[in-house]
């Protein structure tokens, strides 16, 4: 490889986009926030197996580190091949709007208005190596054309016919779908514990997923990749939900020794993979180094089809940390799972609850 390398950030596709909003005949129906490159990251490295990440996710440019911030890893290498001496690449990544996810199609005459806005260059590029941090605040992101592909059905006269009357008689088709969202917060440095964060002050969700990253990667820093998450020496991470603590038992974990089996186990479980033969992916020494996700399973129903009762209650987040955190601070990711429904009327007027 030559001295000075570069390679766009992993899964391109997904993380070029920060903010991804959807309006439905005029109404907005889901924002991403200015998290969305966190969302996909999130939802594609904990949700597929190894042979999907190295097969069809490769299309919006993802390879799974075992590494993270070297250039020595193999899956850094690979992304530079991608973008060698400029030379242009294509991806190719489906949208992760939840709504997008159900199995019902949108019905027709339905007016579907998407605004995305991109990540900056900082964030979406990666030039590892201390040799390149002089040249690397020079290298920037070429987007040279970009194309939505969308799928549409021709419906038959007869069940266009049929639709318009199951309309007028029901008044409103319901759309079932898993409501993502994620959210980020600050964590001062130079602490041992971080101050209590209120996540959620309604609904609780069915499944929280957290994860910690340094605040200059997560700003957006060409020499670091900004889905490092580290370990940090957490000694133990809990929610509190409504004055319940989940998990009920302290973790008490200590990486420098290799104790850090509960959190493993907490992420396998939470997941659902602990009583099959499906899996991420994520070995013990990566969940370790990088790949460092608290899973938390708040509903029975959350490794199932089934939709969740609705239970409103607070939820709290608490760090604490065996060393000081960083001097520049941390960023706390919290990624949460909710049942939802999204309504429709004959007159396509969509109707949706909200996620506090």
Do not use: W
């Amino acid at each position: 490889m030559e001295p000075f390398s570069y390679a766009p950030i992993q899964s391109i596709g997904h993380s070029l986009l920060r903010q991804v909003t959807l309006y439905l005949n005029h109404q907005l129906v889901y924002d991403s926030d200015t998290n969305y490159a966190y969302l996909a990251y999130i939802g594609n490295t904990l949700n597929y197996d190894k042979s999907c990440k190295e097969t069809t996710l490769q299309l919006a440019g993802y390879a799974p580190d075992e590494k993270m911030d070297t250039d020595a890893s193999t899956d850094y290498q690979q992304r530079c091949k991608m973008v060698v001496k400029g030379k242009s690449c294509q991806v190719a990544a489906n949208l992760l709007i939840p709504i997008f996810q159900t199995e019902r199609l949108m019905l027709n005459y339905s007016n579907i208005r998407l605004v995305a806005h991109p990540n900056s260059s900082s964030f979406l590029v990666e030039c590892q190596g201390q040799e390149n941090a002089l040249v690397a605040p020079r290298v920037r992101l070429n987007i040279e054309d970009v194309h939505l592909m969308v799928n549409a059905y021709d419906l038959h006269d007869g069940m266009s016919n049929a639709l318009e009357k199951h309309l007028q008689e029901t008044q409103m088709i319901q759309y079932p779908y898993t409501n993502v969202q994620l959210r980020h917060y600050n964590i001062e440095g130079n602490r041992t514990e971080s101050a209590a964060i209120p996540c959620f002050t309604s609904r609780i969700p069915k499944r929280v997923i957290v994860g910690l990253v340094e605040s200059d990667a997560f700003r957006g820093s060409t020499l670091k990749s900004p889905f490092n998450f580290q370990n940090f020496n957490i000694q133990n991470v809990y929610l509190d939900v409504g004055g319940v603590t989940v998990p009920n038992r302290p973790m008490n974990l200590d990486y420098p020794e290799d104790q850090f089996a509960t959190a493993y186990l907490s992420m396998v479980e939470g997941l659902g993979l602990a009583r099959n033969d499906r899996n991420n992916g994520i070995t013990m020494e990566m969940f370790k180094n990088g790949y460092n996700f608290y899973v938390f399973e708040l509903s029975p129903t959350a490794n199932t089809p089934m939709f969740d009762l609705v239970k409103n209650s607070n939820v709290v987040l608490r760090i604490q940390f065996r060393e000081k955190t960083p001097s520049d601070g941390l960023v706390a990711l919290v990624y949460a799972e909710v049942d939802s429904m999204l309504l429709m009327n004959g007159d396509r007027c969509p109707v949706m609850e909200k996620f506090t």
